[in-house]
């Protein structure tokens, strides 16, 4: 950034600026930053941690661009911590496919509003389940307590798509199982796109061609 700032001292306010914006926004959060310009510290970071600090590098670069998370992406996220707390059971032991769909529609995948959710239902869990697993009431919950919003419209066509694959706006099944006509429920797809990262296929329909919507391909195994 130094680069493309007039002198040293606009360099330097930047850095400030930014580093404590970091500090307010996440320290509620118990979110640890290590912030570096040296790509070799990244590196580092990135080929030594994980195994035993659970930690999660970026380059300068790659940080300031991400806007959210990929559902795939923040799995890891989970079972890297995971594995850094020694959990003893499986990652579908921790969180149910329906619980995580549920919390990264509503975050859009966000990153401190997803991470700040799944904290507020791992305290749910805590309090009030046994066993000690996240399912759709823990996320709901949790998502009350940090004023998110589930919109179940959104909901309905995770779990349909998640259920019953590929399928387009203009499918009368699709529309009748969410209970939205095609120019809404199109709407939406487009919306969930870049939400979830849905992954989209061009199909050939008469003289035309219509837009296939799928869920990402997410590995909730070991």
């Known amino acids: 950034m130094k680069h493309f700032l007039e002198n040293d001292a606009m360099y330097f306010r930047f850095i400030s600026s930014f580093a404590r ?15 570096s310009l040296d790509q070799h510290f990244i590196d580092r970071i990135a080929r030594e941690a994980p195994d035993n600090q659970g930690v999660i590098s970026f380059s300068f670069r790659e940080l300031v661009g991400l806007t959210s998370f990929k559902p795939q992406q923040l799995l890891e996220l989970i079972r890297i911590r995971l594995k850094d707390r020694k959990w003893p059971k499986s990652l579908n032991d921790f969180i149910s496919v329906d619980a995580f769909w549920a919390f990264v529609t509503a975050t859009g995948g966000h990153p401190r509003r997803s991470l ?9 869990v805590e309090r009030n389940k046994e066993p000690k697993k996240i399912d759709a009431e823990c996320v709901k919950e949790a998502l009350i307590r940090r004023g998110e919003s589930l919109n179940e ?12 694959g590929p399928h387009s706006a203009s499918d009368e099944v699709f529309q009748e199982a969410v209970n939205l006509t095609r120019k809404p429920l199109s709407e939406r797809l487009k919306n969930l796109t870049v939400q979830l990262d849905l992954e989209t ?10 837009t296939l919507y799928s869920l990402a391909k997410i590995q909730f195994g070991p």
């Open 21 to 35: 914006t970091v500090d307010e926004s996440f320290s509620d959060e118990s979110v640890a930053f290590v912030v």
């Open 116 to 124: 700040a959710v799944l904290r507020a239902a791992m305290e749910y």
């Open 153 to 164: 419209k959104d909901i309905a066509i995770v779990k349909f798509l998640a259920t019953s």
């Open 201 to 210: 296929i061009e199909q050939p329909s008469g003289r035309t061609t219509k």
